[in-house]
């Protein structure tokens, strides 16, 4: 199962989903509502749920502060998948992990949508989207990912996590190396707690899923092969 993060939707895996398919492992893209990490946690938790069988479970950027909390205790997560992702402890925030690994830009590229409710909504500028996210990838492709990207409640950041589910599960990272939301310095502290495998994508952006699919398909299909 895979489940993007902020400022994207289901579609930043397609080039993900069409290698796994051709391998010949079944799929499922969750559509992380981005709401609240409760709440997204919760939608993908009962997602999780209706997949029958051994489960791998990806989340790429928030997408992974999302898997960190959807277990819930499901015996079918064997694996997970960190991809440009965060991976709280307990009690922490996406923002107490940036704050300890200074150099991300993503703030300055963000722009505000407030809601009725009185809270905001956050999205990456389409004209700034392409390097801040994406550098990497073809020009088109981001710029087309700029446009299908969906807005994040500001709450998310600021959420503490609760029990990982990366300490009872094995874990892989696969860290790029010219992310520029997610430090890489923070993305190798958070995989060096949870004893994860890591796999470093050199020159790679956040978007690596959609600049680089066949060496995030391939990090899956490892876990998937020595899943326990």
């Known amino acids: 199962m895979l489940v993007h993060g902020a400022f994207a939707d289901s579609s930043s895996w397609n080039g993900v989903v069409a290698k796994l398919q051709h391998d010949g492992y079944p799929v499922t893209s969750a559509a992380n509502p981005l709401r609240d990490l409760n709440t997204d946690a919760a939608y993908v938790s009962a997602v999780l749920k209706s997949v029958p069988g051994p489960i791998v479970l990806v989340g790429h950027s928030y997408g992974g502060s999302v898997i960190t909390n959807a277990v819930q205790g499901n015996p079918n997560v064997k694996a997970l998948v960190y991809v440009a992702a965060f991976a709280p402890d307990q009690g922490e925030s996406a923002n107490d992990i940036q704050a300890k690994f200074p150099g991300s830009t993503l703030g300055a590229a963000l722009e505000q949508i407030p809601l009725a409710d009185g809270t905001v909504d956050l999205s990456v500028r389409q004209d700034l989207f392409p390097r801040q996210f994406a550098a990497d990838a073809p020009l088109r492709d981001a710029q087309l990912a700029a446009v ?19 300490r009872s599960i094995r874990s892989y990272f696969l860290i790029p190396t010219a992310d520029v939301n997610i430090p890489p310095a923070a ?4 995989a060096g707690r949870a004893h994860g495998t890591v796999v470093i994508a050199r020159g790679a952006s956040h978007a690596v899923l959609l600049s680089q699919p066949v060496i995030t398909t391939r990090l899956i299909e490892q876990a998937a092969k020595e899943m326990r």
């Open 148 to 166: 299908a990207q969906r807005p994040v409640n500001a709450v998310v950041f600021g959420e503490p996590s609760g029990a990982p589910a990366w």
């Open 187 to 190: 993305q190798e502290f958070m």
